[in-house]
């Protein structure tokens, strides 16, 4: 946002009795917020113990014990009929067998090939395997693809994007290349490969027989014997002149239910207590990898769970001395963030108070750390911001005044961009507020070299810097839930497609 206009936004909201000087009674609360309780919390939640809190298992649940505890020694309720965990069941789908030959290939999973769609078959499929190239109109009518195996050339392009048209047009299954060079496949067929044993967490929906293998470029050419440039040209124009091959593939499906919870806690307000202010983090992470080695998770997303858990606190701390908040507030831990956003969505789906009265949503995914772009900085005090002016003119302005009055941080928005190659936006539970055009604010402190690993353990934490963070999200949220006006949902969602 231009100077100008953001300060025009904040004396518009000043001269609207919406905003006023330090409040010496937010600052109060605010300072209850130390580093020494981050770390306390931190370091049993990030902790081998729990051994990385894969969703569904041991450490998960011992940490939604944990934080059930505490809030119910903060005094605050549980909103679930007196209770704090809200109870689903999660489908574990595997696949313990699947086979992919190609003329006398027979390719390897998660190390040729992933096996990225569904399927359930009793018996070997026979077909051809054909090349299309780009999912295009003018490609499909050059190509037969009734019945076969599809070769796809989708690079730049996410999966879900051009599969259907190709499968609504009658193709068995489909052979795509997403991304180029060997090195970058090899990651992700790791990455599946450590999942394999543990199968895929969602939603339990009705199998689709749509059979998707996804090859790095190389391997594709390999597939129909021609180089990798000859296939690229061929994607655009001629895919008709790229030989076909006789293919066989067969999947076999198993499915596990797995029972997990979101925890939350529930403050109710004063004179506008109808209206609810979610702050939000996911405190699950991703468990055990292939090595035996724990996954501790302390940035990813103990440092925002943690972060949660003491303005929990400060306004708990607040209400017991008289000082309630006039709307409402809900502290929400969702589980299965790491396989795909499941327990945000669950609750977005099924919500404990009514989306229409659900005023903002705060969440907060990583804020312990420096990473890339700020490590060599001579001021480290930053926090990227994400969402926050998409559905409200107002909550930007908010923030930034918040800000401002109180923490003077550096509020960085270069993720912010719809363009954003990393899709961060996309990759964290506001998204699932949201979509249902709730006003969000996405607080995170970007990537470095400990994400998904072993090594993001405590000791790496920055807590002086993480403290200031979450008394920014404090003041921010303190003044959502005491101002006069619900934030106005004045803007247009255009991000609505994962």
């Given amino acids: ?20 000087a330090q409040d010496a009674t937010a600052i109060k609360y605010a300072n209850t917020i130390t580093a020494t309780d981050l770390e306390r919390h931190l370091s049993y939640l990030a902790s081998d113990e729990l051994e990385g809190r894969d969703t569904g298992e041991k450490g998960q649940k011992l940490a939604a014990e944990y934080l059930a505890a505490f809030y119910k020694n903060l005094g605050l309720k549980g909103p679930v009929n007196g209770r704090y965990f809200q109870k689903f069941n999660l489908s574990s789908v595997s696949y313990p067998q699947v086979n992919l030959i190609v003329g006398k290939q027979k390719l390897v999973n998660n190390e040729d090939f992933v096996f990225i769609g569904d399927a359930d078959m009793k ?61 970058n496949f090899d990651r992700m067929a790791n990455w599946y490969k450590s999942l394999s044993g543990r199968g895929r967490l969602g939603f339990e929906i ?65 004179d506008k207590k109808e209206e609810v202010l979610v702050i939000s983090s996911h405190y699950d992470h991703v468990g055990i990898n292939s090595k035996g080695e724990i996954n501790n998770g302390a940035d990813d997303d103990g440092s925002g769970t943690v972060s949660v858990m003491e303005i929990a606190e400060a306004f708990a701390l607040a209400a017991e001395e008289g000082i309630r908040p006039r709307r409402s507030v809900l502290f929400l831990n969702v589980t299965g963030e790491e396989k795909g956003l499941l327990g945000s969505e669950y609750y977005s789906n099924n919500p404990i108070f009514p989306l229409e009265n659900t005023v903002n949503n705060i969440n907060i995914d990583m804020v312990g750390r420096i990473d890339y772009e700020y490590q060599e900085a001579e001021n480290q005090d930053y926090i990227y911001v994400i969402g926050s002016e998409m559905l409200s003119s107002h909550l930007k302005v908010i923030n930034e005044y918040n800000n401002i009055t109180y923490t003077d941080l550096i509020l960085d928005y270069r993720y912010d961009a719809e363009d954003d190659p990393n899709r961060f936006y996309y990759r964290s539970d506001h998204y699932n507020f949201a979509k249902h055009n709730i006003p969000v604010i996405f607080f995170f402190n970007g990537v470095h070299d400990d994400y998904h690993q072993p090594s993001d353990t405590v000791d790496k934490i920055e807590f002086p810097l993480m403290t200031k963070r979450a008394k920014l999200i404090f003041h921010t949220s303190w003044d959502l839930a005491n101002r006069e006006n619900r934030t106005p949902v004045d803007g247009t969602n255009t991000r609505t497609a994962r």
């Fill in 1 to 20: 946002m231009k100077k100008k206009v953001w300060i025009a936004g904040v004396v518009a909201l000043l001269f609207a009795g919406q905003i006023q």
């Fill in 206 to 270: 009705p199998t689709k027989q749509e059979p998707i293998f996804l090859v790095s470029s190389d391997k594709m050419s390999v597939l129909f014997d021609t180089p990798v440039e000859i296939l690229k040209e061929a994607a655009k124009n001629n895919p008709e002149s790229i030989k076909s091959q006789k293919a066989s593939y067969l999947v076999k499906k198993e499915n596990r239910l797995v029972p997990t919870e979101n925890v939350m806690a529930f403050l109710e307000g004063a």
């Fill in 123 to 183: 018996k070997l499929a026979k077909t051809d395997l054909v090349f299309l190239g780009l999912a295009n109109e003018d490609n499909l009518k050059k190509v037969d693809v009734k019945g076969k195996l599809v070769g796809l050339w989708a690079i730049g392009s996410r999966a879900q994007t051009v599969v259907p048209e190709v499968m609504e047009a009658g193709a068995a299954g489909i052979v795509i290349v997403t991304m180029e060079g060997q090195a």
